[in-house]
């Protein structure tokens, strides 16, 4: 199967669900416009797997896209198998990869329901190299591995 992207989400405010939408822009070292964590860090967009939601689907929670926060939900690539520095190409958008998996400072809504969560393990962020657009359906492509 190809890698693809099969959801786009954004939120207005930090430390929320974030909400599905058509498409969104991605700005050359800001990240998501109208994201709430978009700026000038290294954490500009962050992914995570439909194979991760669907782990925790499988512990009982009622979970969808954007549920743990995440900008771009993927199928059929390996999220924090890939190193530090891979290139993502997204249509016209490259993105590089810049933190794999997160600490969670504070346990989230998810961690009490389940007594876990993918997210701090197996999402990871990344940086915009080149800005455009991206809706769900779009392929994703290892464009070169980074550091090892």
Known sequence: MAAKIVAVCISKNKGERKTPVEQ????????IVGDAHAGDWHRQVSLL????IDKMRALGL???NGDFAENLTTEGI???????GTRLQLGECLLEVTQIGKECHTRCAIYYQAGDCVMPKEGIFARVLTG???QAGES?????????
């Open 140 to 148: 994703i492509f290892q464009v070169r591995s980074g550091k090892l």
């Open 62 to 64: 009622d979970v969808d």
């Open 132 to 134: 455009g657009t991206v």
């Open 78 to 84: 390996d999220l924090p198998g890939l190193p530090i």
């Open 24 to 31: 969104v822009e991605l700005r050359k070292e800001h990240g």
């Open 49 to 52: 797997a439909k194979e991760s």
